[in-house]
């Protein structure tokens, strides 16, 4: 029998991971789902009256073998992926997206969460448990319980196609960023770049026996060099690159993909009585509709317009002044912006990386975690790991229980996904009387030790660092009954409050004395370079805040309307983008065919939210700086009203309920210097 199915004999039940082989996984699933099946049958099948218990309850526990093998398959399929984990992640997906039909589409199943939904007034039930009743009724009306036999058969063929196209979508743009390297053999082309990138980029052509040094469009590659290297006509070859990624009309190209995942969501939102996808994804949001996101979002856009206007003509002045530039181009931005930076602030990621060595910001997120929650974080050697550079930590409380288990996994290699995510290996919930705790993951891609230097974060990385490890307490300090509603299972606009929050303290100086010290002198990061950091944080916020409204507002428009007769993926694109372009088109790129997080991740009608939620982090931030922002009263508010509630009420009376009123968008346009 699959080590995956029987019972881990290991310590805390970590995954065994040095154990699992290859061909355990579609064993592990096939069997699962059958085990999954024959729980939710059991339930059907049961004769005595529904209650609470014996159907919502029971159905909440379901599924947690099958949960656990998705849970390790999947992980490992974005942080340690190869092409057979490819093909099996192919081959399981669309039984996935069947066995979840099958239970959604489940006449007799539905017949009895509505018969206890019907009567939910005169059951007593207390919050967390009117959430899981409303969650699991919606979970069968939103997904086609109440169509006739053929649509749902419709149904059903949309939800495998769109499962097969968006992991197609993703492995097409892994692939596409796997296959470009820029090789450079002459020193000259390197001028402007930090010794560490150059360093990198010479053991990575080393590790391919090829002379000079090569630079790739993985992120800690890429930006380096877009950021620094002199040599325009090579940034430009980058940047188009990049942003060309299937956009190429080859046969990893993804705007049919595209088209086709648009359309099938569209349809599938009308199947189900709803006007766009949208519409459908936003029910079960904060934000509520599309109206409400497109006006807060527009709202936004023309507070921040005249401050990126602003900028954008600082900047062209600047690009003339130093060199002559007559018309900015996107592959100069991130490259004058620097230069413009140390001009007014004298600061660059180069000066500050001798204080951010990666192992020390690590343990001042884990100080800070301590001096806010009470949570110690012990490296521990005993646990199995699925690649030697992960990190494993016991978590514990004041009280020296066990809190969670925590994995950190922080260079970039071959097969693993761009970015960072925070992610888990198993949820925390209570049943039996035993509070199960959760096993927590973060993923990140930052610059690796060299032969000569310690991994040193550049600023963006630290804040990337606090960012994840925000979404990991969120999961890590989760204390709730039922699986479904533990840790970062709440509303997607909620989701990203507790990540972005934890990025305020990046700031602070009273946080950063704990952990920004030089990584040969020890010296703690100079006060004039913390003030610069705070002055510099909404430096070209105006654009920034357009750049990031403009990614919004295109997925809303892929997903807020009839798609049906759009044909021309760039053309499209094109007309949504005028309203926050400031720079020249690119002909030969497309944003669209590599946004991972609206046609691979869950973010499709949802990446307004990140906005939204930092409306929401710097109101909340704003009372821990009222009160000191290591306050034991406010951190435990946060702790008990957020953090540990997961998703078992409304988020509005959770954030209500930690702040004493709902939040307000001055703080943001304050902090970011908008008004």
């Known amino acids: 029998m699959s080590v995956l199915l029987s019972t ?5 039940n970590t995954a065994p991971f040095s154990q699992i082989k290859i061909e355990d996984y579609v064993p592990a699933f096939e069997e699962g789902i059958s085990l999954a099946k024959a729980e939710i049958d059991a339930i059907v099948n049961n004769t005595e009256a529904p209650t609470f218990e014996n159907t919502i309850e029971a159905m909440d526990y379901t599924g947690d073998i099958l949960d656990r093998v998705s849970s390790i398959f999947f992980n490992l399929n974005s942080a340690e992926t190869s092409d057979e984990m490819q093909k099996i992640a192919q081959e399981v997906s669309p039984l996935l997206s069947e066995f979840g039909n099958d239970v959604r589409l489940n006449a007799d199943l539905f017949a009895k969460v509505k018969a206890v939904y019907d009567q939910k007034e005169s059951l007593n039930l207390n919050p967390e448990q009117t959430t899981l009743l ?21 149904l059903r063929e949309i939800d495998k ?10 492995e097409n743009v892994l692939a596409e960023t796997n296959a470009f390297e820029l090789h450079l053999t002459d020193e000259k082309d390197l001028a402007g770049l930090p010794e560490g990138t150059i360093e990198a980029a010479r053991s990575l052509a080393k590790s391919q026996e090829k002379e000079g040094w090569i630079f790739t469009l993985d992120h800690p590659s890429y930006l380096p060099f877009m950021t ?3 040599n325009r006509e090579l940034r430009k070859k980058l940047a188009i690159a990049f942003g060309a990624r299937a956009f190429q009309n080859n046969e990893l190209d993804n705007q049919e993909i595209v088209l086709k995942i648009v359309k099938l969501r569209f349809e599938r939102a009308n199947l189900l009585g709803y006007k766009t996808h949208a519409h459908f994804v936003l029910e079960e949001r904060m934000a509520e509709n599309p109206e409400k996101v497109l006006s807060f979002s527009n709202d936004l856009l023309a507070k921040a317009k005249p401050a990126a206007k602003k900028e954008f003509a600082q900047l062209t002045a600047f690009a003339k002044e130093l060199d002559g530039i007559e018309q900015l181009e996107k592959w100069d931005s991130a ?9 007014l602030f004298n600061l660059d990621d180069e000066k500050l990386k001798p204080y951010f060595q990666l192992e020390k910001v690590l343990n001042g997120a884990f100080t800070i975690a301590k001096k806010l929650y009470g949570l110690t974080f012990t490296e521990v050697f005993d646990i199995d790991k699925y690649h030697e550079e992960v990190m494993t930590y016991e978590v514990t409380n004041d009280k020296n229980e066990l809190v969670s288990i925590f994995y950190a996994d922080f260079f970039p290699r071959k097969g693993k996904r761009n970015g960072a995510w925070m992610t888990s290996f198993k949820h925390q919930y209570r049943k039996d009387g035993v509070n199960e705790r959760p096993h927590i993951s973060n993923v990140c891609n930052f610059t690796k030790p060299t032969e000569t230097k310690p991994s040193l974060l550049t600023f963006n990385e630290v804040t990337t660092l606090f960012h994840e490890f925000g979404h990991g307490l969120h999961g890590m300090l989760a204390d709730t009954t039922y699986p479904s509603l533990s840790g970062t299972s709440v509303y997607w606009d909620f989701v990203e409050l507790p990540s972005q929050i934890m990025e305020n303290w990046c700031y602070e100086p009273e946080a950063l004395a704990l952990f920004a010290n030089h990584y040969e002198t020890g010296e703690i990061i100079p006060m004039e370079y913390v003030n610069k950091i705070k002055e510099s944080a909404s430096f070209q916020e105006g654009l920034a805040t357009l750049r990031q409204l ?4 295109l997925d809303m428009a892929w ?16 007309e949504q983008f005028k309203d926050s372009q400031l720079y020249p088109d690119v002909k030969e790129n497309a944003m669209s065919t590599a946004f991972s997080h609206i046609f691979q991740g869950g973010y499709s009608s949802g990446y307004y939210s990140y906005k939204w939620a930092e409306v929401l982090d710097a109101d909340a931030f704003e009372y821990f700086q009222e009160k000191g922002i290591f306050n034991h009263e406010v951190a435990t508010k946060f702790k008990d009203n957020v953090l540990s509630k997961g998703g078992t009420e409304h988020p509005m009376i959770l954030y209500k309920r930690f702040r004493g009123q709902e939040p307000k968008p001055e703080a943001l346009l304050k902090r970011a210097g908008l008004i």
Request: hydrophobic share 25%; glycine share 4%.
């Open 8 to 12: 881990f004999i290991t310590k805390h």
């Open 134 to 154: 409303d969650k699991k009724y919606k979970s069968f009306s939103r997904n086609g319980a109440n169509l006739p036999e053929e649509k749902k058969n419709q």
């Open 161 to 170: 196609e769109l499962s097969k196209l968006s992991l197609q979508f993703g």
């Open 228 to 230: 620094y290297a002199d």
């Open 335 to 343: 490259y004058y912006s620097e230069k413009l930076k140390q001009q």
């Open 550 to 553: 403009s990614f919004g507002l």
């Open 559 to 574: 997903h807020s309307q009839d798609p049906t007769s759009i044909t021309d993926l760039k053309a499209f694109e094109t």
